[in-house]
């Protein structure tokens, strides 16, 4: 019961943080003006809380086909990156020692590259590939259209970079723990300690680790949509920017992931505790 307690004060100081952070536009432009808008500031704190009359604002605005497009290429991209991270990781762990630098190497290189020119080397990519075969993969939405392939392509590279890295460290120093020495001097093969002692332990210590991953892939979400056209809500708030929207569009993110990574903390802290109930 004090976990849950614990859990909706997060909530509440988070969603309170957001309410705050929505007017500092309007503190902004104030400062600039030499004045300081205080009343403008709580007019538009307590313009929030008429939740109905927001509602309708926004309502003819299909807020909500922008917010699911941005959390499906968002999600759909986590979760490749994830699984691709874990595949990499124990394909490298199976490899010899000298092997294994060197795939670390080549994947460290990557995460040093900017982000931006990932997107535009892949859509140079697209293009090269569509003069000399024929085959056209869309490098922008147009006409309304969603496109997936690319974007969370896109998306999630650096992200699965990232997380092999830290895969690839926390694989690592479970290899060197007592339990996997065991398990070798008792005949198991390579690919059973990874799969069946390692991988459960380490990925408790990946999922805690990529919270800052998603952070990460948030802010990446803003470029991409802008450099594809895409009809998301990261795109549509660059166009109209205001702090209404602005709360909308930060809540659209936050709840989904906090309640995600609280489902996840949840579950993982009861594993660790054997199935007892965290007091």
């Given at each position: 019961m004090k976990a849950f307690w614990r859990w909706m004060l997060q909530l509440s100081v988070a969603f309170i943080g957001i309410l705050l952070i929505s007017g500092l536009p309007l503190?902004?432009?104030?400062?600039?003006?030499?004045?300081?808008?205080?009343?403008?500031y709580r007019n538009h704190l307590l313009g929030l809380f008429s939740i109905g009359e927001l509602l309708d604002r926004y309502?003819?605005?299909?807020?909500?086909?922008?917010?699911?497009?941005?959390?499906e290429v968002l999600f759909l991209?986590?979760?490749v990156a994830v699984l691709l991270a874990l595949f990499f990781t124990v394909l490298t762990m199976?490899?010899?020692?000298?092997?294994?630098?060197?795939?670390?190497?080549?994947?460290?290189?990557?995460?040093?590259?900017?982000?931006?020119?990932?997107?535009?080397?892949?859509?140079?990519?697209i293009i090269i590939i569509h003069k000399h075969t024929g085959i056209f993969?869309?490098?922008?939405?147009?006409?309304?259209?969603?496109?997936?392939?690319?974007?969370?392509?896109?998306?999630?590279?650096?992200?699965?970079?990232?997380?092999?890295?830290?895969?690839?460290?926390?694989?690592?120093?479970?290899e060197r723990k007592m339990y996997a020495e065991l398990a070798r001097s008792l005949g198991f093969?390579?690919?059973?300690?990874?799969?069946?002692?390692?991988?459960?332990?380490a990925v408790i210590s990946?999922?805690?680790?990529?919270?800052?991953?998603?952070?990460?892939?948030?802010?990446?979400?803003?470029?991409?949509?802008?450099?594809?056209?895409?009809?998301?809500?990261?795109?549509?708030?660059?166009?109209?920017?205001?702090?209404?929207?602005?709360?909308?569009?930060?809540c659209s993110f936050f709840f989904p992931v906090f309640l995600l990574y609280s489902f996840g903390e949840w579950y993982f802290l009861r594993h660790l505790n054997k199935g007892?109930?965290?007091?």
């Open positions: 503190l902004i432009t104030g400062f600039q003006q030499g004045e300081f808008w205080w009343e403008e309502a003819g605005m299909h807020i909500e086909g922008f917010v699911q497009y941005s959390l991209a986590l979760l199976l490899c010899k020692e000298r092997v294994r630098q060197r795939i670390k190497t080549v994947f460290f290189f990557l995460e040093s590259i900017p982000d931006i020119l990932v997107i535009m080397l892949i859509q140079l990519l993969l869309k490098i922008a939405v147009t006409g309304g259209e969603k496109i997936y392939l690319l974007p969370v392509v896109c998306l999630m590279i650096l992200p699965m970079v990232q997380l092999y890295r830290l895969s690839m460290l926390t694989f690592e120093a479970e093969g390579k690919l059973a300690i990874l799969l069946i002692h390692i991988f459960r332990n990946i999922f805690f680790q990529s919270k800052k991953t998603m952070w990460f892939m948030l802010s990446n979400l803003f470029i991409l949509e802008r450099m594809f056209n895409m009809p998301g809500i990261m795109y549509y708030l660059s166009n109209n920017i205001s702090g209404e929207l602005f709360l909308i569009t930060v007892r109930a965290i007091g």
